[in-house]
């Protein structure tokens, strides 16, 4: 028996893109044809081009090729989600209509799946025509997003990847609506492999990510998977307080019980301002406290599911 593997492609205005990758694709995956079988799932999401119509025509001709078109544009992070959810493949891979995720690699991708892989992602070494910058806010997104989510992920790791069912099937049990694809899949676990790949510059078209957008992306990533900048409020707040009850203390001793021995000579000023800073600091912890209590109240709504299985035996 053929195992099915479906291909994820968000599509945002890529009308001179969606035939090349189609075609590329179908021929890489030739020298599969005894083992597996393909499936094609475009996400259009809200193109403004003409997108929908080549897909329409491809759709017509084969019917591997299915689409899903949005009713408008809502972000590549869901339009992935949405691939995924009407996915049936025995493997899901999922890759950008740019060319920008090589399909020459999906072979390496199916070999280490074959070889007991659940999730294999593409790992980017290099990308062509990519700004100085971007690189190095991407390279620090991923540090930062380690770091404060407690959840590993590989520098310029990408979308490019593939999971395997056991994973598609948990994937789709999340709920929240602030995701990013990627971090979502690295909170899952399973047994990870990678694959590393030189992005070459986007075949044709705009890339439909700005500052702007990317920006949004990160704090997004950083506010959905972790607490700690608002804590970070709380731990400023309580270095602060305590710092300004000793210098009031200081000035206290200083002033009225030994008489200012060393000639400090704290004007009134000064005691309010250290007066003030203490409430300052007072007001930062207690923002600090109301981060907990968010913490609950996010992690309840987000209802992440408490645990993932990879299996179950004898039940
Ligand atoms: N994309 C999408 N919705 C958007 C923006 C982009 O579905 O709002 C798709 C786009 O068609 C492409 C992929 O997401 O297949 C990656 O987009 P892009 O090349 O703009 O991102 P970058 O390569 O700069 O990360
Ligand atoms: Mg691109």
């Known amino acids: 028996m053929q195992k099915l593997i479906s291909f994820v492609i968000p599509i945002f205005n890529e009308q001179e893109n969606i035939k090349t990758i189609y075609l590329s694709v ?4 030739n020298s599969f044809k005894s083992k597996y079988e393909p499936e094609f799932i475009f996400v259009d999401d809200g193109s403004t081009d003409k997108s929908i119509k080549i897909l329409n025509d491809l759709a017509l001709k084969n019917n591997k090729v299915k689409y899903l078109e949005f009713s408008r544009n809502f972000g590549k992070e869901i339009a992935t989600t949405a691939g995924i959810h009407y996915a049936k493949g025995d493997a899901v891979i999922i890759m950008d209509a740019d060319l920008q995720h090589p399909p020459e690699k999906i072979i390496e991708f199916i070999k280490k799946w074959e070889n007991g892989a659940e999730i294999v992602t593409g790992i980017r070494q290099k990308t062509k025509g990519k700004s100085i910058m971007k690189i190095i806010g991407s ?26 069912k056991k994973v598609t099937k948990e994937f789709i049990k999340f709920t929240e609506k602030n995701r990013m694809t990627r ?25 439909g990510y700005s500052y702007v957008k990317l920006t ?72 600090g406290l109301i981060a907990l209590y968010i913490g609950n109240i996010n992690t309840e709504i987000t209802n992440r599911p408490l645990y993932v299985l990879r299996n179950k035996k004898n039940f």
């Open 183 to 207: 971090g979502l899949i690295d909170w899952l676990g399973f047994k990870k492999e990678y694959v590393y790949f030189i992005s070459p510059e986007r075949k044709s078209g705009k890339p």
């Open 139 to 164: 390279y620090y997104f991923y540090k930062i997003n380690s770091a404060i989510s407690g959840i590993k992920s590989v520098p310029f790791s990408t979308d490019f990847r593939l999971l395997d």
């Open 216 to 287: 949004k992306l990160a704090l997004t990533s950083f506010v959905s998977n972790s607490l700690i900048p608002l804590k970070l409020a709380g731990y400023l707040g309580i270095i602060i307080t305590v710092l300004f009850a000793l210098l009031g203390i200081f000035v206290f001793f200083d002033r009225y019980l030994l008489k200012d021995p060393f000639g400090f000579h704290f004007t009134n000023l000064a005691i309010v301002v250290v007066f003030i800073g203490f409430l300052i600091g007072i007001v930062l912890s207690c923002l």
């Open 26 to 29: 179908s021929k890489k995956f």
